[in-house]
């Protein structure tokens, strides 16, 4: 199976290259050296944190302080175009981490050094073990930091006369949810993401289509490695297509998707209702035979909507959110393989089923906007509050100050429970935070 996953990963890529540059008539490879141009940009970015664990959670074991966290992350990205055929897409990446949570969560893990991934001990570092290239380096690591780079993006983007194909790391994001987008399977935004300038790059060949009259139909292709055996397989990777449509004001979207071990449908739609935008996606996951429950549905619907208000610029949205997968049995969530497995691969990030959630951002100033967004699962309830303020100091200046505190009872998702056969408490991290960025 899995060289039978690495054949056809080479053949699909060999077939829709050969179909786009045969159908375009734009591409002269006399000529083609003499256009090429290139752009350059990136950011650097620097990060400090203060949070403090609950007492009764798995921090107990090596010390509940106030910790102290700094990250800083470079970002170089280019652009390489090739005449109007084509161009190459290149994100370098720099990272250090390093503080106090990344010491514990250190220490915590050679305290349970076989269950540290059941009990979602991880660190923030990515990593491309199911990617189908290793595009990641450690340079430097120890019990204070971590230091290491990675390209993000690097991808050969062809254009031709019925649409465009894209072969290699990209980022590519289906759905129209606002905080959460059941539709978006390829590595989704937490609706805890303030961050949302870069998604994380995949590898996966993507095709476009411009079909006359009817739309836009995209196929994409994701080969991913089983993190035991490091071999492509079917199982592990994920097969789609989406067919967007337009009819007046109104959009629609179709998917159909083989993802992981799963088969997804969905449909979603968008439009206007006066002057607010309105936004609704559904879709249904026909579980593997091996699970013991047979599917589950998921829905999103959101509404966002701009005015003035004495004088300023204010933006709201609202979304609800409803996933059967979900259950108010939160310990044995944890444990169920249909939801565990889905948060370590950063589909979902919930544990409950029905979520209301909103946003409104004020523009206290034309370089200050203020932001609050509510996260509240309905039953309990309980939720996260996330307020933040950013201040755009220069035009290739920004520093933004923020937190993320939780609420809710215990026995809550976000007010904390308590972990199944043991005495330690799941709860968020409450913290606060500020970054500065520079771009150039």
Known sequence: ?????????????????????????????????????????????????????????????????????????????????????????????????????????????????????????????LNDDRRLFDLTGTLSENNDYILYHRLDRLSLNLQFRLGSLHLGRQALTWGNGLLFNPMDLFNPFAPTDIDRDYKVGDDMAVIQFNVDRIGELQFLYVPRKNTESHDVTWDQSSLAAKLHVAKGITEFDIMAAKHYDDEVIGLGSTGYLWNAAWRLDATYTFLAESSNKEGFFSLVANMDYSWVWWGKNLYGLIEFYFNDLGTDQYPEALTDPNISDRISRGEIFTLGKAYLSGEIQVEIHPLINVYLTLINNMDGPSGLILPRAIWDIKDNIQFTIGGDFSYGRQGTEFGGFRISQSEFLNKPVDNVFFWMTYFF
């Open 1 to 125: 199976m899995p060289n039978l996953a690495r054949t056809g990963f080479f053949f699909f890529c060999l077939a829709i290259i050969y179909f786009g540059t045969a159908s375009s008539h734009a591409l002269k490879l006399q000529s083609w050296y003499e256009n090429i141009e290139s752009e350059w940009g990136g950011h650097l970015k620097f990060m400090g944190e203060m949070s403090r664990p609950d007492d009764e959670s798995l921090f107990q074991l090596v010390g509940t302080d106030t910790y102290y966290d700094a990250k800083a992350n470079l970002r170089v990205k280019n652009k390489t175009f090739f005449s109007e055929w084509g161009y190459i897409d290149t994100h370098y990446e720099l990272v250090f981490l390093g503080g106090d949570t990344w010491e514990k969560t250190k220490e915590l893990r050679l305290f349970y050094p076989n269950q540290a991934d059941k009990l979602f001990i991880t660190d923030s570092t």
